[in-house]
C-alpha cells in the first residue's frame, strides 16, 4: 500500500539531487548534520517532523558513486518522507512496531527501483520529544554512539543492510537521551578515514567516540564539525575518498 517506488535506471534524472534537509526545531534539543568535501559517494540524511511530538532522523549509505546512484538516492527520500509521515503521524502508535514497518517497505523499495541487490546500510531513528526517548534501527549501519553521564555506548547493527533481502527485518529498540545526552551518527567515510604518509591505519570508531567523549559541545552543529575536522587532521586534510558525514542530536540541560 506505500509502494511509491518505480523501476528506474542511472540515465533518469542523473543530476538531480535529493531535496535539501530543513532540520525542524525540536523542543529543549537541538539537531544538524556536516558533510565535508565534495560528495562523490552515496551518504544520504534527512529529518522531518512527523507529529507534534516525533521526530524521524534517516542517515544512509546506498552502495556506489553518487553520479550513478541519485536516483536512487532520490527515490529513498521519497519514501522516507511519505511512508514515513504516515507511519508515525499517529498520536497511539507502537514505534518499534513502525519503525520496522517502514524499514521493511525501504528495503523492499530499493529492490524494487534497482532491479535487483543494492545495498543501503542505514540508521533509521524517531525521537520523541516529550519523552526524551529514541527508537531505533540499524541496518548494518556503523554504530551510532550516545554519549551521556556513563560514558559512551555504541548502539550496534540490528539487521542486515537494506536492499539485500526482500523479506529482511530489523529489530528497532528504545533507549532514552537523559537531559544533557547527545547522539551521534557517522558515515563509512569518517571511519575509514586513512592516515598520512599512506598510512593503513584509519580513524576508526574508537578514536570517533574518544573525540565525542572529550567534547563538551551544546550545539549539535559544534559537534558534527569537530568530529570531521579530527578525521582530517588525522588525514593531514588528504583528500576524501568517500563521503565523510556526521549527524548529531542533543537533547538540552
Do not use: G, I, Q
Given at each position: 500500500m506505500?509502494?511509491?517506488?518505480?523501476?528506474?535506471?542511472a540515465t533518469e534524472n542523473p543530476a538531480v539531487e535529493p531535496v535539501p534537509t530543513v532540520f525542524p526545531r525540536i523542543d529543549e534539543a537541538n539537531i544538524a548534520a556536516v558533510f565535508v568535501g565534495n560528495r562523490v559517494a552515496g551518504d544520504f540524511y534527512d529529518c522531518i517532523r512527523t507529529s507534534p511530538e516525533r521526530v524521524l532522523i534517516g542517515l544512509l549509505d546506498v552502495a556506489g558513486r553518487r553520479e550513478d546512484n541519485r536516483y536512487i538516492l532520490n527515490h529513498a527520500q521519497e519514501m522516507f518522507r511519505t511512508v514515513g509521515t504516515q507511519l508515525f503521524s499517529a498520536a497511539d502508535i507502537n514505534e518499534a512496531d513502525a519503525?520496522?514497518?517502514?524499514?521493511?517497505h525501504l528495503n523492499r523499495g530499493l529492490i524494487e527501483v534497482c532491479c535487483g541487490v543494492h545495498s543501503c546500510p542505514a540508521f533509521i531513528a524517531c525521537y520523541h520529544e516529550k519523552f526524551g526517548t529514541l527508537c531505533y534501527t540499524n541496518a548494518g549501519h556503523t554504530s551510532g554512539l550516545l554519549h551521556d553521564r556513563t560514558g559512551v555506548s555504541e548502539l550496534g547493527s540490528t539487521g542486515l543492510p537494506l536492499g539485500l533481502f526482500s523479506h529482511a527485518t530489523c529489530e528497532a529498540p528504545t533507549v532514552a537521551l537523559e537531559k544533557g545526552a547527545s547522539l551521534l551518527l557517522v558515515s563509512r567515510g569518517v571511519v575509514e578515514c586513512g592516515g598520512d604518509n599512506g598510512s593503513s591505519d584509519a580513524f576508526g570508531l574508537d578514536r570517533v567516540k574518544e573525540t565525542l567523549s572529550e567534547l563538551s559541545a551544546t550545539s549539535a552543529q559544534e559537534l558534527c564539525s569537530s568530529v570531521l575536522n579530527a578525521a582530517s587532521e588525522f588525514g593531514?586534510?588528504?583528500?576524501?575518498?568517500?563521503d565523510r558525514t556526521a549527524l548529531a542530536l542533543i537533547r538540552n540541560a
Open positions: 506505500f509502494s511509491l517506488f518505480r523501476s528506474s535506471n519503525m520496522t514497518e517502514l524499514c521493511l593531514c586534510k588528504t583528500p576524501a575518498r568517500d
